[in-house]
């Protein structure tokens, strides 16, 4: 049961957070602030954002839950980011750096023409929309049973409606510098908050439950059994999936690549990726940690044995009861604003998106700074409130929450992985093969995630294996459509700069 000590640590925590991102926001000034941070943040605190930005409250609420009803795998998808990430570093960063280009939206737009840049950009406002959505439900589900344990009684879409609001106060203020430095003391905390809960638990039951879970085969890591296409724990799907999905997520993805073009130079930013793949493993590693601990401490006893509506709601409901009063109420601000940081990044990434790859194709005219800034803040707040429908909606959704959001966000990265590459590799393709070899992309992906999800229940393909299933459809559709055309270079033009 939480006590008032617990819910005025909550309430001042969320306000001195606030405070602290619009107090290191500063002034505003224009585009290039508001969406860059005028490119002069330290590597380490962007790596820090960036493994906030990814993981956050999904991490904290979903993580454990793979461990408590599993075992701890999913270590295996970390070693894939890692991965991943050194390709990005070394393949795709320079060319931001090197002014080919500033996000692969842009690259697309010089590639192929403002068409395909639209629909790229739009593809992916739609895809980090419904995605974000669930970020908002993480959110969610340990304040209502911070509220539960209060005696408060209320229900998701009302937590829903108050977090986006709060969100997007500071963002629409703050841009992406505030939300950067938010994200830094928030990640901090929350791991913090995720290891003291270890240590809780092994001083309260002895440490036994390293040892129950041992012989329980718990700590099984690799996995070389079970089919490498449709078992997302498999080894080969973890790696080798995870470490395409890591290119998509951090090479195409504006989320992340906003953050590493904030940094103040190409070797900084190629630091803050690679480190933050160490981050996300070491991340991992605490919260399925945490699952372990929690399966000991609850006797082995399933969520629903224990009254769980949902079984994310495990790490909040021991938050709630078995930490010491203030502990408690700290861990769960520490959730909350490490959840409202990462809605706020993905609100920056949205109006960055809306402005340069959508808003500025569709005028005859070049968009002004000031005009760009006041459109950028307008999309802040008209993507906050939509985070609500896509939140309510998934609210229902009984699987685990953390494989739920990569799933939507694997059906477009394939897509726009496949079409970065595509443009770069085939020489003869127009803006007319890469827009059908895209769709076709998000179409075969949208395809396997309805079925598995709302049709049949069961899982053809891991969604590891969504980006690269979208980045082989690209090649096919458009390299065929491409055979129709004579081989000329491709053009090499410089990339617009947000200014």
């Known amino acids: 049961m939480l006590h008032t000590v617990d819910l005025v640590v909550i309430v001042a925590y969320l306000a001195a957070t606030a405070w602290l991102g619009l107090r290191l926001a500063g002034r505003q000034k224009g585009l290039r602030d508001y969406f860059l941070g005028s490119r002069n943040l330290p ?29 701890i ?7 894939g980011y890692l991965l991943g990430r050194v390709v990005v570093a070394f393949l795709m960063l320079p060319r931001y750096y090197d002014g080919e280009m500033v996000t692969a939206y842009a690259y697309l ?11 790229a950009g739009v593809t992916f406002l739609i895809t980090r929309l419904l995605a974000d959505g669930v970020r908002v439900l993480a959110a969610a589900i340990p304040l209502k049973l911070i509220l539960d344990g209060l005696g408060i009684t209320t229900n998701y879409f009302t937590i829903i409606v108050v977090l986006a609001v709060v969100t997007i106060v500071y963002t629409f203020i703050g841009g992406i510098r505030a939300v950067v430095w938010v994200d830094v003391a928030q990640m901090l905390l929350y791991v913090l908050g995720g290891i003291l809960a270890i240590v809780v638990i092994s001083v309260q039951t002895g440490g036994g439950w390293l040892t129950e879970a041992a012989d329980a085969g718990k700590l099984q890591m690799f996995v070389f059994s079970g089919d490498p296409i ?22 195409a993805d504006q989320l992340v690549v906003q953050r590493l073009l904030a940094c103040r130079s190409k070797v900084e930013a190629q630091k803050a990726l690679i480190w933050s793949g160490v981050v996300v493993f070491f991340q991992f590693a605490v919260f399925l940690a945490v699952g372990l601990a929690l399966w000991g401490y609850y006797d082995q006893m399933t969520p629903d044995q224990l009254g769980l509506t949902r079984d994310d709601e495990i790490f909040p409901k021991f938050i709630v009861e078995g930490l010491p009063v203030g502990v408690s109420g700290l861990l769960l601000a520490a959730i909350l604003a490490a959840a409202m940081s990462t809605l706020s990044s993905s609100l920056s990434a949205l109006s960055s998106s809306t402005v340069t790859d959508v808003y ?34 998934f609210q229902s959704d009984e ?26 590799v085939d020489k003869r393709a127009t803006a007319l093969d890469a827009n059908v ?59 617009e700069e947000v200014r």
Request: aromatic content about 12%.
């Open 360 to 393: 500025a194709k569709l005028r005859r005219t070049p968009v002004t700074d000031a005009e760009g800034l006041r459109v950028g803040r307008w999309a802040t707040i008209g993507w906050g409130l939509a985070f609500i429908a896509p939140a309510v909606f």
């Open 109 to 119: 737009g010089k590639r192929f023409g403002p068409s395909t840049q639209t629909t």
């Open 399 to 424: 699987g685990n929450i953390v494989v739920l959001a990569l799933g939507i966000a694997g059906i477009t990265y394939g897509g726009l992985l496949g079409a970065f590459v595509f443009g770069i």
């Open 43 to 71: 590597w380490w605190a962007v790596c820090l954002s960036v493994v906030a930005t990814e993981t956050s409250a999904l991490t904290v609420v979903g993580t454990p839950v793979m461990s408590f009803v599993g075992n």
């Open 230 to 251: 449709s078992d997302p724990s498999s080894f080969v799907a973890s790696l080798l999936g995870g470490a395409v999905f890591a290119m998509a997520s951090h090479g």
């Open 73 to 79: 795998s999913f270590l295996q998808v970390a070693l």
């Open 437 to 495: 070899a895209f769709v076709a992309a998000v179409g075969v992906n949208l395809y396997f995630f309805v079925m598995e999800k709302y049709v049949t229940g069961e899982v053809w393909v891991a969604w590891q294996w969504y980006p690269l299933l979208g980045v082989i459809t690209t090649f096919v559709v458009g390299g065929l459509l491409s055979l129709r055309h004579p081989a000329r270079p491709a053009p090499v033009e410089a990339a």
